[in-house]
Structure formats: C-alpha cells, structure tokens
C-alpha cells in the first residue's frame, strides 16, 4: 500500500520540492491533501497535477476562487476553506504522514493538529517549535506521534546521531551557518541593506521570511532552539559555527573527539527525501557532491555584535517559558515590516530586543495561552516597528 501523503504549505519552497521528491517515487507515495495561504492559482495547478482527494486554503476569499476553478476544470478534488480546513487535512483518518512547511506561526495548530491525530510529521516549519516548545514535544509522547526533522541542519544531526538516542556519549552538537548574503559586513554597511539584496541567499533558494532570517542571522537562532528541543540537549551543548559553503550541513561531536558531519549539495531534496523514506533512502533528484571542483570548506565564528538576533535567540531559550514564543512573534512582525520597506534591516534585532524587555514571556500551560501570547507580542512589535522605522 502507498504512504498517504499531506503537504501543508504545498505551494512554497519546501511544499514545491517535497512535490518534486514525490514525482519520482509514484509507485511509493500518494498526495491525499494539499494547502497553502492564499496563493490559490497555485494551488489549482497543483490540484489539477496531483488529484488529492482534498485541498484547503487559509485565505476563506481566496477558497471560493480555486472552489470555482477546480469545478469548472471538472476536478473532484474537495476543497475546504479557511485555517479550520487547513487544521482538518492535517489530522484526516485517511493520512499516514503530514509534511509541516507552512512558514511561520500560522504554521503551529495545523501541525498540532497532525500530532494530536498521532501522524508521521516532516517537519520544516521550525517556528512551531520555537513558539511551543515542551508543549510541542510533549504532545508528540502523548499522542505517539512520529518526528522527522527537515530543517537542512536537523536532518544532518538526526543522521549522526546515534540511532538509540542521544545519551550515548555525544558532547555537542554542532549547527553550521552560511553567515548569509551579508557575511563580514559591518553594522554600518548593514544599515542601507534592501529586501532584494536580503532575500538573495548565496546558497539556498528558498521563501522570503527564511531568507531574511537567514540574512540576519535569527534563522540559526531559531535553528539553535529547534535543536534545543528536538535532540533534547541543553543550550550550552549547542554550538553555531559558520561555514559560507553550506556543504557540510551540521556535526555532532563525541565524548572520544570523533566529530561527524554530514554532507551533501546545498538542495532541500536531499533531508525531504531522507525524512520521506527513513530508515530507508531513496533518491530525491539532488546531484552529486562533486569533491574534484570543492575549492575550500571554511569554518568560523558568528559576527554576533552585527548580527545580534543569534544571541537574542540564545538568551530567550535561557530564559525558559515562553520567551521564545515572544522572540518569534517580534521576528515575524519585523521581518514583514522590513520586506515591506517599513522598517531598516538593522532594526529587526531592536524591534525583537525590545519586544522581549517589554513582554518576558513567562509560563503557558497550554496552546491558547501561547498563542494569545503571541498576539499581544504582536501589538508590542508593531509599535516598536512605528517607533523605529526605516
Ligand atoms: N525553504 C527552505 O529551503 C527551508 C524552509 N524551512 C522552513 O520551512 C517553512 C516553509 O518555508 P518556505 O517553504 O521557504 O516558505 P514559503 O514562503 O516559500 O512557503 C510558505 C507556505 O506556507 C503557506 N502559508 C503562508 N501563510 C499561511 C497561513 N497563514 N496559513 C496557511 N498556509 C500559509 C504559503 O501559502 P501561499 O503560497 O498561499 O502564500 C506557502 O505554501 C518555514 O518554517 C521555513 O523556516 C526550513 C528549512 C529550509
Ligand atoms: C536550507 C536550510 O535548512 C536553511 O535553514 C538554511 O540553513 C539557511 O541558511 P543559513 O545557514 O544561512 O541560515
Ligand atoms: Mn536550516
């Protein structure tokens, strides 16, 4: 029997490749349901591609366009509409695994909803993660959910890990960086950065809020507290190091010294692909590393007086509770501002800086909680981008 198969997020850059690993492997998987935000032109072209039994958008305006569209083209593909119809594709009796690529917090009930329905979850939306934390982690025990870890730096420490858990003698792990478009640049030269230049990664092609995050360096902060929880090590026994190649994509170090890393070419194929078949592997369309032409694999510290968004991730994972919920919700709204050109790329850190003075996070006991955590974030983040700028 084939693996049943929803991509939330399906019209993304992860939702896309996902799509793109699952066109070879027809005899494998079948695509039962498929979403995204509001982009339902895409979202059509996919459903009349793949057929899924069901479709679901965010945007409750925009379901009444693909609804119309997809009964004109004689499609049978049920739509369900708005943010409960994302939530509802994601936990379908009919579904084996969930892949989790919706970006952002938006992304958290719809994966929660995938857990709470004890399903497979790729997960790449690591702002779930960061903004529910041990209560994410602990519906995954509860509910027997299964996690697979996407993020390019996730999957390689997934497979270095020992396969019967962390406690067999692993020091640290380490995340590696690219260090983004703006690596070396000082404060200064990154006052007059533009979302053009910030969206182009040297390494990586991906949607424009991971690319920024990127560009300031939040997205290894992120990363640092995904690691936190999905591995379940302690802060100080994770490590960023940057390498601009992006080729060895994360290590993890052992009490003997021995460091292994795992590598490949920058292409999100490959973790989709590993996370897909696990413990199985099957080829994802990613080339080959070619050893002949690697010039160089650099490694060296992040510029954290530059790029301060790191340490603020550090420090909010160090505070406990929800800190880093409050973290994430001042990044979202400051990067959104900034791709706007309502605010400086250098104030993104002040308006998150600021936003976690005024709103420390505390204890959540539950999901709502978090979340009506997040909205008062919001607000605050929202009058340090009016009072700051561009
Ligand atoms: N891109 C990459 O290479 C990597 C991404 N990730 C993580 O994966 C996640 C997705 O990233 P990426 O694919 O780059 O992002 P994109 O911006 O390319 O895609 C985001 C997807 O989420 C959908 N979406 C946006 N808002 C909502 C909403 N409110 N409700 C439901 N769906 C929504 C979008 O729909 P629509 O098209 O309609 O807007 C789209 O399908 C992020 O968490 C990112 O950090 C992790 C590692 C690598
Ligand atoms: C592909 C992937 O996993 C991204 O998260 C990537 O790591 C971003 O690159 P940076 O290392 O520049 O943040
Ligand atoms: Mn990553």
């Not at 509409?81 to 509802?88: E, I």
């Not at 989709?272 to 080829?283: K, N, S, V």
Request: with cysteine; charged share 20%; glycine share 8%.
């Amino acid at each position: 029997m084939k693996e049943r198969i929803t991509v939330l997020g399906a019209t993304g850059s992860i939702g896309c490749q996902t799509l793109e690993v699952l066109a070879l492997h027809p005899e494998r998987y079948e695509v039962v349901a498929l979403t995204a935000g509001h982009r339902w032109r895409e979202l059509a072209e996919q459903c009349l591609r793949w057929r899924p039994r069901y479709a679901a958008l965010a945007d409750e305006q925009a379901t009444v366009e693909l609804r119309n569209h997809l009964k004109a083209a004689g499609s049978d593909t049920e739509v369900l509409a708005g943010h409960q119809g994302v939530c509802a594709v994601a936990g379908l009796d009919e579904v084996d695994t969930v892949v989790a690529a919706i970006v952002g917090a938006a992304g958290v009930r719809p994966t929660l909803a995938a857990v709470g329905a004890g399903k497979k979850i790729l997960l790449a939306n690591k702002e779930t993660l960061v903004v529910t934390g041990a209560l994410f982690m602990d519906a995954v025990k509860r509910h027997g959910a299964t996690l697979l870890p996407v993020d390019s730096e996730h999957n390689a420490i997934f497979q270095c890990l020992p396969r019967d858990g962390v406690d067999q003698g692993v020091r640290r792990v380490l995340l590696t960086a690219s260090g983004g478009p703006f690596l070396g640049w000082s404060a200064e030269q990154l006052a007059s950065v533009t979302p053009e230049q910030a969206v182009r990664h040297p390494n990586w092609d991906m949607g424009p809020k991971i690319s920024v995050d990127s560009a300031t360096l939040m997205n290894k902060g992120l990363e640092f507290i995904e690691a936190c929880w999905l591995f379940d090590m302690p802060p100080e026994r994770v490590d960023v190091v940057i390498h601009p190649q992006s080729v060895v994509h994360s290590m993890v170090e052992y009490l003997d010294g021995s460091v292994l890393a795992q590598m490949g070419t920058p292409d999100m194929r490959t973790p989709i692909a590993c996370a897909l078949a696990w413990p199985q592997r099957i080829a994802s369309g990613a080339p080959s590393l070619d050893f002949a032409t690697l010039a160089e694999l650099r490694f060296l510290p992040p510029d954290e007086q530059a790029f301060p968004c790191l340490a603020l991730a550090r420090q909010a994972m160090q505070a406990g509770g929800a800190a880093t919920a409050v973290l994430n919700a001042a990044n979202e709204v400051a990067v959104a501002a900034f791709l706007d050109g309502g605010l400086g790329f250098q104030h993104i850190g002040s308006v998150v800086a600021n936003t976690l003075d005024a709103l420390p996070g505390g204890r959540c006991d539950d999901v709502d909680e978090v979340m009506d955590l997040d909205s008062r974030a919001r607000d605050l983040a929202r009058q340090q981008v009016q009072g700051l700028g561009r």
